[in-house]
């Protein structure tokens, strides 16, 4: 059974760094593509950052130049740094995995809560 566990979050003050952290268990396959993707309140989950297995990364708009996603093979993890955290950063953050063995599959964490708040 594929899991995806995160860890990280929690309440900063703006301007503050955080990093979170997800590490996949129970895959069988090539990790294509691992990343995060956000939920603010009243908003649609977006995409905020995802690297491919040969360290190709992409960020949204919003936060180029103040995260930095990173990915370890062996360990089948992805932490995301984020720097100069800024309120509408708050949301809740979801690791996904998406898995080629044969046929492409999507897996997503449980979420982890980041709160910006002074």
């Known amino acids: 059974q594929v899991q995806l566990v995160e860890s990280g979050g929690g309440l900063v003050q703006p301007g503050r760094s955080l990093t979170l952290s997800c590490t996949a268990s129970g895959i069988i396959g090539r990790v294509l593509l691992m990343g995060w993707y956000r939920r603010a309140p009243g908003k649609e989950r977006e995409l905020v950052a995802d690297?491919?297995?040969?360290?190709?990364?992409s960020y949204a708009d919003s936060v180029k130049g103040r995260f930095t996603i990173s990915r370890d093979n062996v360990k089948d993890t992805v932490y995301l740094q984020m720097n100069t955290l800024k309120p509408e950063d708050t949301a809740v953050y979801y690791c996904?995995?998406?898995?080629?063995?044969?046929?492409?599959?999507?897996?997503w964490g449980q979420g982890t809560q980041v709160t910006v708040d002074s």
């Open positions: 996904n995995a998406q898995v080629l063995r044969g046929r492409l599959d999507v897996y």
């Open positions: 690297v491919g297995d040969h360290g190709s990364p």
